[in-house]
């Protein structure tokens, strides 16, 4: 059984930086073609992809977002970290992370297949 | 960036109407379009994958197709649990990107 959750402060000041863990169980990152992603989401309003680590290393960023998102993983302890820096009152949005299988690089055949319940976190001083 | 064009924003139906739902990409994609449903205060979930692919659980009702670049998702016949809202992304280029929304509501 697949399952995902995401853990971090739900209050964070505006210019500080953000660290958010994913923890998993049911897959390894270790296993050809697993790839955590985080997705955010203010609320009401749109879902919005943020990064993605694969089971390689290999990352990929949302280009907007890219100076500001540090993705990496520890697999010995089946977690995805997510820190963002220079948070922003316009940053306050649930955070999902999820995972993907994939086949190819940077390509995500089968979507995000299981999702955490994710955390809301608001950025305000 | 890929961008998602979805429509409609929000429709209002019934149960056991059938929906369609429309999503186009800015540019090839290949089949590499995902829908997900999302309902109020949870995580979205994936319905379809690569276009047509019904994800593992969710019920035959819910149905995609794909013409080049544009994208349907089809309801047959709208149950009470699918009130909510719905997502396509695309998973074909990075960054991924995620169509504006359909909010399907009485």
Same mark, same amino acid.
């Given at each position: 059984?697949?399952t995902l959750r995401e853990s971090?402060?739900?209050?964070?000041?505006?210019?500080?930086?953000?660290t958010l863990t994913c923890t998993?169980?049911?897959?390894?990152?270790?296993?050809?073609?697993?790839?955590?992603?985080?997705?955010?989401?203010?609320?009401?309003?749109?879902?919005?992809?943020?990064?993605?680590?694969?089971?390689?290393?290999?990352?990929?960023?949302?280009?907007?977002?890219?100076?500001?998102?540090?993705?990496?993983?520890?697999?010995?302890?089946?977690?995805?970290?997510?820190?963002?820096?220079?948070?922003?009152?316009?940053?306050?949005?649930?955070?999902?992370?999820?995972?993907?299988?994939?086949?190819?690089?940077?390509?995500?055949?089968?979507?995000?297949?299981?999702?955490g319940p994710g955390t809301l976190?608001?950025?305000?001083? | 960036?890929?961008?998602?064009?979805?429509?409609? %924003?929000?429709? !209002?139906?019934?149960? #056991?109407?059938?929906?369609?739902?429309?999503?186009?990409? @800015?540019? &090839?994609?290949?089949?590499?379009?995902?829908?997900?449903?999302?309902?109020?205060?949870?995580?979205?979930?994936?319905?379809?994958? %690569?276009?047509? !692919?019904?994800?593992? #659980?969710?019920?035959?009702?819910?149905?995609?197709?794909? @013409?080049? &670049?544009?994208?349907?998702?089809?309801?047959?016949?709208?149950?009470?649990?699918?009130?909510?809202?719905?997502?396509?992304?695309?998973?074909?280029?990075?960054?991924?990107?995620?169509?504006?929304?359909?909010?399907?509501?009485?």
């Open positions: 059984q697949v971090g402060p739900a209050l964070v000041k505006p210019t500080q930086t953000l998993f169980s049911g897959f390894s990152l270790t296993t050809t073609g697993m790839c955590v992603s985080w997705v955010r989401q203010p609320p009401g309003k749109a879902l919005e992809w943020l990064a993605r680590i694969d089971w390689d290393d290999d990352t990929y960023y949302n280009t907007s977002l890219k100076t500001r998102l540090t993705i990496s993983k520890d697999t010995s302890k089946n977690q995805v970290v997510l820190t963002m820096t220079n948070m922003d009152p316009v940053d306050t949005t649930t955070y999902y992370c999820a995972r993907i299988r994939s086949k190819s690089p940077a390509v995500a055949e089968f979507g995000l297949d299981y999702w976190v608001t950025v305000s001083s | 960036d890929i961008q998602m064009t979805q429509s409609p %924003a929000s429709l !209002s139906a019934s149960v #056991g109407d059938r929906v369609t739902i429309t999503c186009r990409a @800015s540019r &090839t994609i290949n089949i590499y379009l995902n829908w997900y449903r999302q309902k109020p205060g949870k995580a979205p979930e994936l319905l379809i994958y %690569a276009a047509s !692919s019904l994800q593992g #659980g969710v019920p035959s009702r819910f149905s995609g197709s794909e @013409s080049g &670049t544009d994208f349907t998702l089809t309801i047959s016949s709208l149950q009470p649990e699918d009130f909510a809202t719905y997502y396509c992304q695309q998973s074909y280029d990075i960054p991924y990107t995620f169509g504006q929304g359909t909010k399907v509501q009485i």
